[in-house]
C-alpha cells in the first residue's frame, strides 16, 4: 500500500538535495571556473563560464614534461591496479582456506592496519631494496592493502563451498579454483576494490616526492603539485607588480589552481559510471561479517 508523505519525508528529501548540492558544486564551480577567461573569472563567476576559453587547459597541458608524466600516471595506474587487485584477491583466498599459521597471518596483517613504521623507516627500507628512482616503488608497496584482503576475505567466505568442492573432485589445483572459480563469482568486490586502488595510484604523489629525484619518472600528479606551488608563489609576486599590462596577458594563479585540478579530477571520474553496478554491491556483500 502507498502511503501518505508526511513532514518528516520532505524534510529528508530537502536535506539529502542539500547535500547533494554541497557536494556537487564545488566540482561544477572548479569546471566553470577552468573554462573561463583568466582575467574575467577572477572578479568572480555565477552559473556559467565568463569569456568561455580552452586557453587554461592549453597553457596546463603545455608545461614541460606533462605528456611523458601523463604516460607514467596511466601506467602506474593501469599496472598498480592490476597488481593489487591479483596479489589482495590470492592473498584473501589463501588465508579462506585451513593451512598452518593461517590466523598469525592475517592477523599480523591486520595489525599494519594499526601500526605505521613511519616515514624515515619506510624510507630507509625502500632504499635498502633499490627502489629509489624505480618505477616499482610505484607498485609494490601498495601490492597488497589489509583493508583490500578483508573486504574479499568475507565475500569470498559467503560464496557456497559446494562450487570448490566439485572443482577438487575434478583434480583443480588451489591455483586453477582460484582463478577460474572464485575470481569470476568475485566480481563485485573485485570491481570495488580496483576503483579504490585506481583512485589510489592516480591521485598519489608523495611517494614521487620522497623515493623519486629522476624528473622523467614522476606523475602527472607531481608535476602538477609542483607547479600548483609555483602557481602560488607567483600569485605574492603579481600582487606587487605595477605592469598591469603584463599581468592581464598571463592566466591567474586561481585559474592554475582550478585547471589543473580539473585535469586530475576529471579522468578518474570517467571510471566511476563503469564500475557503478558493482560498487554498491560489493561494498555490502563484503563487510557483512566485518
Not at 573561463?36 to 556559467?48: A, H, N, Y
Amino acid at each position: 500500500m502507498k502511503s501518505k508523505s508526511t513532514p518528516f519525508d520532505w524534510i529528508n528529501v530537502v536535506l539529502m538535495f542539500l547535500m547533494m548540492l554541497a557536494c556537487f558544486y564545488p566540482f561544477y564551480y572548479m569546471l566553470v571556473y577552468s573554462f573561463s577567461d583568466p582575467q574575467l573569472s577572477k572578479f568572480g563567476i555565477t552559473l556559467l563560464p565568463k569569456g568561455f576559453t580552452l586557453e587554461n587547459y592549453r597553457k596546463v597541458l603545455t608545461l614541460p614534461n606533462i605528456l611523458s608524466a601523463a604516460g607514467v600516471s596511466l601506467l602506474r595506474t593501469g599496472i598498480g591496479t592490476l597488481v593489487t587487485v591479483l596479489c589482495c584477491s590470492l592473498f584473501a583466498y589463501l588465508v579462506t582456506k585451513p593451512m598452518y599459521g593461517r590466523k598469525i597471518i592475517y592477523r599480523m596483517l591486520v595489525l599494519t592496519m594499526y601500526v605505521n613504521g613511519g616515514l624515515i623507516p619506510t624510507y630507509l627500507v625502500m632504499r635498502l631494496y633499490h627502489l629509489n628512482n624505480n618505477f616499482l616503488i610505484y607498485i609494490l608497496p601498495s601490492a597488497l592493502s589489509a583493508y583490500n584482503v578483508i573486504l574479499i576475505k568475507t565475500f569470498m567466505e559467503q560464496l557456497p563451498p559446494s562450487l570448490e568442492e566439485s572443482a577438487i573432485l575434478d583434480g583443480a589445483s588451489p591455483i586453477v579454483r582460484w582463478w577460474h572459480i572464485l575470481m569470476p563469482l568475485s566480481k563485485p568486490i573485485l570491481a570495488t576494490i580496483t576503483v579504490f586502488a585506481a583512485v589510489n595510484q592516480w591521485n598519489a604523489w608523495f611517494d614521487a616526492h620522497i623515493y623519486m629525484t629522476d624528473s622523467s619518472k614522476w606523475p602527472l600528479q607531481y608535476i602538477l603539485y609542483r607547479y600548483l606551488t609555483e602557481a602560488q608563489q607567483a600569485a605574492a609576486m603579481l600582487e606587487k607588480d605595477l605592469n598591469g599590462d603584463m599581468v592581464a596577458k598571463e592566466i591567474t594563479p586561481a585559474a592554475v589552481r582550478m585547471t589543473v585540478t580539473a585535469v586530475i579530477t576529471i579522468p578518474i571520474l570517467m571510471v566511476y559510471p563503469f564500475m557503478q553496478r558493482y560498487f554498491v554491491k560489493g561494498i555490502m556483500l563484503g563487510a557483512v561479517k566485518g
